[in-house]
């Protein structure tokens, strides 16, 4: 599962620099977990939260350093064999330095949860919640599924970044990126601007073989280093 979850854990890093500053969420928006018959519905109601950015928050303006952050808390989050899970064995926590370096910048469980990477079990995750209490992280299986969909949602080259966002992030906001940023062209049903950029010729359709072929644009993403999570 390596090699998905990295690749995984890349692109939506890429996608949440996009995302920058408008992390966080109103508490007016705060849906009431005993409103809702199941976590899944809860967890749905959370991620149909608007994205707004938090201005008492300092360093979530600067997008390089997300690229790195999101990436390495993806990927210690959701594997389960990384140094993170084995101190949460021995602790049934995370770690505090870990827990704040990454908060601070809205980088946290609720975080997955928006994203669809986890899901939500209670309103404790307002405050971060603990894993496998209050919040659940996606099995093996889900992730891998969670994957190949990424993939085939961008083998389309025209509209698959547009959709990706989409998934992530919700239509309102991933039409608000696209069409601020410039960064992929908004699904014509939506908007029938290319936003500066040539359409994909009609003609072009990814190879269903094409094994994990992922086009990132603009940004390059620095080297992953493994070091000590505390």
């Known amino acids: 599962m390596t090699r998905p979850l990295h690749q995984l854990a890349l692109v ?3 996608y949440v620099t996009k995302l920058v500053p408008d992390l ?9 977990r005993e409103n809702y018959s199941s976590a899944m519905a809860f967890t749905m109601a959370v991620r149909a939260m608007k994205w707004i950015p938090n201005n008492s928050r300092k360093g979530c303006k600067v997008v390089l350093p ?13 594997d389960r064999s ?4 084995g101190y949460f064995d021995a602790n049934r926590t995370f770690p505090t330095t870990w827990t704040k370096k ?16 986890a899901k939500a079990i209670n309103g404790r ?5 603990n894993l496998q209490t209050d919040w659940t992280m996606l099995t093996r299986e889900e992730i891998n599924n969670f994957h190949q969909n990424m993939l085939k949602i961008l083998s389309d080259r025209e509209f698959g970044p547009y959709r990706l966002a989409e998934l992530l992030f919700g239509s309102e906001k991933a039409r608000s990126i696209g069409m601020s940023t410039h960064t992929y062209v908004v699904n014509p049903g939506v908007a029938s601007t290319s936003l500066g950029k040539q359409s994909a010729s009609s003609s072009t359709s990814a190879d269903d073989d094409a094994d994990d072929e ?3 644009h603009e940004m390059t993403a620095p080297a992953i280093r493994h070091r000590r999570l505390y």
Do not use: A
């Open 125 to 129: 995750v307002w405050k971060g919640g």
């Open 82 to 85: 990384s140094p993170l899970h």
């Open 24 to 32: 966080f969420h109103h508490p007016d928006d705060r849906p009431e």
């Open 102 to 117: 990454h908060s601070n910048k809205g980088i946290g469980p609720l975080l997955l949860i928006r994203l669809g990477l």
């Open 12 to 14: 939506i890093s890429v």
């Open 66 to 78: 997300f690229i790195t952050m999101v990436t390495v808390y993806i990927i210690s989050v959701l």
């Open 214 to 216: 992922v086009e990132v």
